[in-house]
Every structure is written in C-alpha cells, then in structure tokens.
C-alpha cells in the first residue's frame, strides 16, 4: 500500500513541474477594455478561482502583466498575458500622456494577482505539499 502511494506521489510531482514549466497562466482581467471596465479586477483582487485564469499561447515567450492605469480620475487594472518581446515598450502611454501607467511582470503561474506583492506560484506550493507528503511517507 505504501509502494502505490509513494508511485502516485512521484508521478504527481513529475506531471505538477512539467506542467508548471511548459506553460504560463496568468490572470485574465480588463484585458479588452471595449468590453467595459471591470472594477473587481482592481485590488483588492479575489481572483476568481481557475476561472480567471487562462493559459499564454505557447508559440512564443510570455509575461504576465498588472497594469494599473490611472486616466480622468479613474484606476483600471489590467491582467493579461504579454509577449515578452514587448514588455520593454508595453506599457508607453503616448497614446494618451495624460494617463499614469505602471506596469508589474511576472513569469510564474498565477504571478498577477494579488496587490503590490504577487501571489506566490502555485506550482511551488503544490510541489512542497508533495515533497512533504513524500517525506511525511517515510517517516511512517
């Protein structure tokens, strides 16, 4: 019994960091604006679960993005996926220099979430809550 659960446990570590490290999910909010602003994606953000999350396209390097604009008295915050290759320039405001614009990125799952200080990768989490259960396993 205790074979089956020491396999089930090095598979589930195996397949947790292999797909943490092939594909990026960020949070998703305001990311079209002409859908109309979202106010709950400001912080303090409640991520929504998985639902908020989406996975980057993987046909090149991503980021993801907190952007937090302030325009005519209003803050909007923006949570996406970027295109790493873009982030140097991303967050320019010479469409409208009146707006103030800060941009955070990260690359870890989930990074753009919470306020200031980003969430920390669930993927590290679940990776240490096997190691321990893997440890906790051999101390029985």
């Not at 005519?72 to 220099?97: A, L, Q």
């Not at 989490?125 to 321990?132: E, G, N, Q």
Request: hydrophobic residues 30%.
């Amino acid at each position: 019994m205790y074979k089956n659960r020491a396999l089930l446990i090095s598979i589930g570590f195996l397949v947790g960091y292999v797909y943490c490290k092939e594909e990026l999910w960020c949070h998703h909010c305001n990311v079209d604006l002409n859908d109309g602003r979202k106010g709950e994606c400001n912080d303090p953000y409640i991520a929504g679960g998985v639902a908020n999350l989406k996975a980057c396209p993987r046909n090149e390097e991503y980021h993801c993005i907190k952007g937090i604009v302030y325009y005519k008295n209003t803050r909007t915050t923006v949570r996406g996926c970027v295109p790493s290759r873009n982030i140097r320039d991303y967050c320019s405001n010479e469409t409208f220099p009146e707006a103030s614009v800060e941009c955070h990125f990260c690359k870890e799952y989930g990074c753009n979430g919470s306020s200031g200080k980003f969430e920390k990768s669930l993927c590290s989490f679940v990776t240490w809550i096997l190691i321990a259960l893997r440890i906790f396993q051999y101390n029985q």
